[in-house]
Nanobody, 125 residues
């Protein structure tokens, strides 16, 4: 079993920044990768970024490249999402998830089996 707890959401104006954190607990030795997804009202959950737990390879959706950065601290069993130059279209509930399988980029939600409760990010003037 794995438990995930996200934090760091909030409301910022366009161009602002936020740092999201996700702490994993339980059987963390089973993690292959962790990722961030988001879901806006009335929309499907979509991939944002992922990071492999061992090598640290990172992957991003095109619309956040150059603005978001995913990182991990294995000693703290924590993954972070630094979000800069936020835009109104980034508004969503952000979820972190863990994957226990090998995948090419961990960009599909079906590749994840544990999720956090979500944290709201609102970008508004």
């Amino acid at each position: 079993q794995l438990q995930l707890v996200e934090s760091g959401g909030g409301e910022v104006p366009p161009g602002g920044s936020l740092n999201l954190s996700c702490v994993a607990s339980g059987r963390v030795s089973l993690i292959y990768a962790m990722g961030w997804f988001r879901q806006a009202p009335g929309k499907e959950r979509e991939f944002v970024a992922s990071i492999s737990w061992s090598g640290g390879s990172t992957y991003y959706r095109d619309s956040v490249k150059g603005r978001f950065a995913i990182s991990r601290d294995n000693a703290k069993d924590t993954v972070y999402l630094r979000m800069n130059n936020l835009k109104p279209e980034d508004t969503a509930v952000y979820y972190c998830g863990t994957s226990r399988i090998f995948a090419s980029s961990w960009s599909e939600s079906y590749e994840y089996d544990y999720w956090g409760q979500g944290t709201q990010v609102t970008v508004s003037s």
